[in-house]
């Protein structure tokens, strides 16, 4: 996981699930690409009511509101556009803060399952 600095830097951090993971149904979500048990893939606009926002340009993401205001934001690792759901390992879950300045992001490829810690 990065955090990013105030002067826009990347620090490497260790993987925070209070700011890349979000709950549905009382079950921290840590990829959503995966079930809420992470044995089935999924859709995360249809398992988790993620929404397709355009980010500038021709570029698109998807992104999840959390309670507090902050979005929880789907990319390719480019940045550029929706991840594709067959190569999820590769796609960025970063967290924005209310006013979209970037707070932190990871590979989905990297984040660890709660029971990996």
Same mark, same amino acid.
């Given at each position: ?7 826009? *830097?990347?620090?490497?951090? #260790?993987?925070?699930?209070? @700011? ?5 149904? +009382?079950?921290?979500?840590?990829? =959503? ?26 570029c698109?993401? *998807?992104?999840?509101?959390? #309670?507090?205001?902050?979005? @929880? ?5 480019? +940045?550029?556009?929706i991840?594709? =759901?067959?190569e ?30």
């Amino acid at each position: 996981m990065y955090l990013i600095s105030e002067s826009g *830097l990347n620090d490497k951090a #260790p993987y925070d699930p209070a @700011l890349l993971a979000f709950f549905h149904q +009382g079950v921290e979500i840590r990829n =959503p690409y995966l079930s809420p048990c992470s044995r089935y893939e999924v859709d995360p606009v249809a398992a988790y009511g993620f929404e397709e926002v355009w980010t500038g340009g021709d570029c698109r993401a *998807l992104d999840l509101t959390l #309670p507090d205001g902050c979005v @929880l934001r789907l990319t390719n690792e480019d +940045g550029l556009c929706i991840p594709d =759901p067959d190569e999820w390992e590769s796609a960025i879950i970063g967290r924005l803060s209310s006013d979209h300045d970037e707070i932190a992001w990871c590979v989905l490829g990297e984040v660890p399952l709660a029971t990996d810690q």
